[in-house]
């Protein structure tokens, strides 16, 4: 068994998972409710940056760049337009969740509408060497490198600098951030644009491993809540620590699986079923470790 090999894999499932679950969890700290479009704007992201790369003929690193921002922009138009207004007005969290629901559904509609729903796939080839025991592509290295700038980049930003600083202190207690004069509007434009642009980029990432539809952001959805939910939902920390966790018990079961006869399909029930034992044992995650912070 090349454990070197699982080890490696396990960093790549991670990172992707890191990306896409702290942006989620970034706009649960704040707006308190499960964003079910996040599947579909991944989705776009990935499909923006196909637009970018295959139909005007772009270098990747523009696509990506691409991906965010275009995604960015749909989280904060769906901010302002949609789930401000309805906090505003008192919405409670069924309510913010079905509009989520709502958006999701729109988008990948119109994803449809504009690239259909039949799969679409990248022409770049990424070249791929031999490291010892490691069979290694370069957009694995990539989105390895992504998700460690991602992190770190986060980190100096909630602890370093103002704008930080307010998401902390409005996640933690908007009454209170209001009344003490952040604009809490701000923070949270900032958060929804953030965050969906990330969640773009690692739809981007899944759509350049695999192949594009208005589905793509379905297949990582459950990873991402289940990296979410035992990190604590609304902790940034603890989705790190957590996406490193179900990727390495994503790849291990792979292995696992193929050794007792079973299809490696099944691996998307790994998560899963994480997600369960947490929410029985644990539903509060790791969070309470990283309380503070």
């Known amino acids: 068994m090349n454990w070197a090999q699982i080890l490696f894999n396990s960093a790549v499932t991670g990172s992707l998972y890191l990306i896409s679950a702290v942006a989620l969890t970034l706009v649960y700290g704040l707006a308190r409710f499960p964003n079910f479009a996040h599947a579909e704007i991944m989705a776009l992201g990935g499909f923006i940056g196909y637009f970018v790369a295959e139909q005007l003929g772009a270098p990747m690193p523009l696509a990506f760049v691409a991906a965010f921002l275009g995604s960015g ?6 901010y302002r337009g949609i789930f401000k207004p309805l906090a ?27 690239w259909g729903f039949s799969p679409l796939t990248f022409s770049i080839v990424w070249p791929a060497f031999d490291v010892g025991p490691l069979r290694i592509s370069l ?10 700038v991602v992190s770190v980049g986060l980190h100096f930003v909630l602890t370093k600098t103002k704008i930080g600083k307010a998401i902390r202190a409005t996640a933690s207690n908007p009454k209170l951030a209001l009344s003490s004069g952040i604009n809490t509007t701000k923070v949270m434009i900032f958060t ?12 981007l990432f899944r759509g ?10 379905w297949d990582i959805l459950l990873p991402t809540f289940a990296v979410a939910v035992l990190g604590g939902i609304g902790s940034f920390y603890g989705a790190i620590v957590a996406a490193i966790i179900i990727g390495l018990a994503e790849n291990i079961g792979v292995v696992l699986l193929s050794q007792v ?10 998560p899963f079923v994480i997600l369960i034992v947490v929410l029985i044992f644990k539903p509060q995650g790791l969070a ?3 309380k503070g912070n």
């Open 73 to 78: 922009l749909i989280g904060y138009l769906s």
């Open 88 to 114: 505003d007005r008192g919405a409670s969290l069924i309510h913010l969740m079905v509009a989520s629901m709502a958006l999701g559904f729109i988008l990948r509609h119109t994803i449809g509408e504009i």
């Open 139 to 148: 957009n694995w290295i990539i989105l390895i490198i992504t998700a460690v």
């Open 192 to 203: 929804w644009f953030v965050s969906a642009g990330l969640a773009g980029i690692a739809g």
């Open 208 to 217: 350049v491993e695999t192949r594009l539809s208005p589905y793509l952001g």
């Open 261 to 270: 006869g079973l299809s490696t399909e099944y691996r998307i029930a790994i």
């Open 288 to 290: 309470k470790a990283f």
